[in-house]
């Protein structure tokens, strides 16, 4: 099979690599996926580079989590009814040295989700880290409730583009932060009723305006480091900060304004999802699926050959929508 890889850590364009490798062989409990599409996350940037959560832990790297494509081969253990299906995956590269930047790959059965007919493979790939990010994200302690504010920072990111439709559907009324017109159009479009251009416009003062004094019951917040010195102004009386990012590994939180605000802070990885609020996540994504009620965003594409343009590109962070790879027709 044909794969991108990396030995070392470095630039996308020093350490990435195309090659044949093996075709991979599923073993007890797991599926083989010819993968039609690859998603590029930041957190797959920040895996090369050495700056994630997980980096070369192994001697040869396929990366990329997400993607999506059809079963081709199971393993000892899972119904052959499944080959021939459509699906789409998550945490491929987690903890595990061969992601979806291939042109198969194999992984347990149940990170290998069914795919509605409805959904293209490129959209399939932009759903593992970004839209389950994004439930979490909305969901979590007890979820947003029917006319509350929620903040959702970066709202024309992909995991951003996400929380802004998910709050929306559960009756929230949203404000988004972005960096540009153009991804404020992109916000506006997904949903937001308020959106703040943060290099142009006063953050904290639009959201007291916009909010009566009062603050968000819920910031949902990409860059934590970055914003946590006036996340507590913006936050109403009993509010969460539901942190799933930042710019930087360590953050100073000011006890006295989260304390006499009564700000409640949750920090959670996709990754690391527990099994009963993975399935949770699972079925209420497939249902939003099935019944057409999420936009989605694909900026751009790349043949597997461009995989580090891929990667030059999300890393610059300039584009509006997620990127993906394309690996078979």
């Known amino acids: 099979m044909r794969a991108a890889f990396y030995e070392k850590l470095g630039a996308a364009r020093d350490v990435l690599h195309v090659t044949e490798m093996p075709d991979p062989i599923p073993g007890p409990g797991e599926v083989r996926v010819r993968v039609h599409a690859s998603g590029v996350n930041p957190s797959d940037v920040k895996m090369r ?14 990366p990329h989590s997400d993607g999506a494509g059809i079963v081709d081969a199971v393993g000892a253990g899972v119904p052959a009814a ?4 459509r699906v789409w995956l998550w945490n491929a590269r987690w903890k595990r040295a061969f992601g979806t930047a291939a042109d198969f790959v194999a992984l347990p059965a149940e990170q290998a989700v069914p795919l509605p007919d409805n959904i293209d493979f490129a959209t399939g790939a932009c759903l593992g880290i970004p839209a389950l990010t994004a439930w979490q994200a909305v969901e979590t302690d007890g979820g947003v409730a029917g006319g ?12 951003g583009h996400y929380a ?12 988004a932060t972005v960096s540009s017109p153009a991804k ?12 703040i251009d943060r290099r142009a416009e006063d953050v904290v003062a639009t959201v007291k305006s916009a909010t009566g ?20 102004q913006v936050v109403a009386d009993y509010g969460l900060v539901v942190v ?3 710019s930087k590994r360590e953050a100073e939180v000011s006890f006295a304004a989260s304390i006499l605000g009564n700000v409640g802070y949750r920090f959670f990885i996709v990754y690391n999802q527990p099994p009963a609020l993975r399935r949770r996540a699972l079925a209420a994504l497939t249902d939003m699926l099935r019944a057409g009620g999420l936009q989605h965003s694909i900026a751009a594409t790349f043949p597997l050959a461009e995989i580090a343009v891929a990667h030059e590109t999300v890393e610059a962070g300039r584009q509006i929508g997620n990127v993906v790879v394309e690996i078979a027709p």
């Open 164 to 175: 802004i439709q998910m709050a929306r559907a559960r009756g929230a009324r949203v404000i």
């Open 244 to 246: 799933y990012g930042s």
């Open 49 to 62: 580079l050495g700056t994630g959560s997980a980096a070369n832990e192994y001697p040869r790297i396929i």
């Open 148 to 159: 509350e504010w929620v903040l959702v920072a970066g709202g024309a990111g992909s995991v």
């Open 184 to 195: 404020a159009a992109h916000a506006a479009a997904a949903g937001a009723e308020i959106v």
């Open 213 to 232: 004094g009062k603050g968000v019951a819920r910031v949902i917040e990409v860059d934590f480091a970055g914003n946590v010195a006036w996340l507590p």
């Open 82 to 85: 499944r080959i021939g299906e």
